[in-house]
């Protein structure tokens, strides 16, 4: 089984400013990669595949990058509606399909 | 619009059983892998099971093999989670999700508003 892990926990940050949040598996899953956006009371989002490729109606202050075991989501200038938590998850290799644990965003 | 509707959460008692649907629209049902992924209170999401569009391959979570099916229904556009030996570990928001036609790409998009499962006595 691949286990993700995501770093940091819990993110701090102002709106305006950058997040960058981490996701590392314990083995290569290529490109295999998606991340989630989820607020409270609602259902995930979809907003990363293919480790960098936005889904459709996503904003370009999203991007992700990496591939391998290393991956970054980056939120460029963070908005009200950014404060959430993200979560990645591989497909390369299944089952199981895995994800990490979060990161939460909050208000600094 | 593409849109799944979750429903046959409730309460049980462990040892229990309770099969969920998902009701699918907005796309062609047939086309599509489909996943069951839950998120039990204030944790992280976890994948529980996954079916081929023509049901001939179906997946699952090592926690809940032997206890849970997935099945589907191409002509009512519906996919199904018959759960049965519930603990109380089960407990979680199951949400269903579609993936896509081809088996490499299984991330999830979109995703249903979940049904909330309780498994107490």
């Known amino acids: 089984e691949i286990v993700m892990t995501q770093s940091p926990a819990t993110l701090s940050v102002s709106p305006g400013d950058r997040a960058t949040l981490s996701c590392r598996a314990s083995?290569?899953?290529?490109?295999?990669l998606a991340w989630y956006q989820q607020k409270p009371g609602q259902a995930p989002r979809l907003l990363i595949y293919g480790a960098s490729t936005r889904a459709t109606g996503i904003p370009a202050r999203f991007s992700g990058s990496g591939s391998g075991t290393e991956f970054t989501l980056t939120i460029s200038s963070l908005q009200s509606e950014d404060f959430a938590v993200y979560y990645c998850q591989q497909y390369n290799n299944w089952p199981p399909l895995t994800f990490g644990g979060g990161t939460k965003v909050e208000i600094k | 619009e593409v849109q799944l509707v979750e429903s046959g959460g409730g309460l049980v008692q462990p040892g229990g059983s309770l099969r969920l649907s998902c009701a699918a629209s907005g796309f062609t049902f047939s086309s599509y892998w489909m996943s069951w992924v839950r998120q039990a209170p204030g944790k992280g999401l976890e994948w529980v099971a996954n079916i081929k569009q023509d049901g001939s391959e179906k997946y699952y979570v090592d926690s809940v093999k032997g206890r849970f099916t997935i099945s589907r229904d191409n002509a009512k556009n519906s996919l199904y989670l018959q759960m049965n030996s519930l603990r109380a570990e089960d407990t979680a928001v199951y949400y269903c999700?579609?993936?896509?036609?081809?088996?490499?790409?299984?991330?999830?998009?979109?995703w249903g508003q979940g049904t909330l499962v309780t498994v107490s006595s």
């Open positions: 083995q290569s899953v290529s490109s295999n």
């Open positions: 999700a579609r993936g896509l036609e081809l088996r490499q790409y299984n991330w999830f998009d979109p």
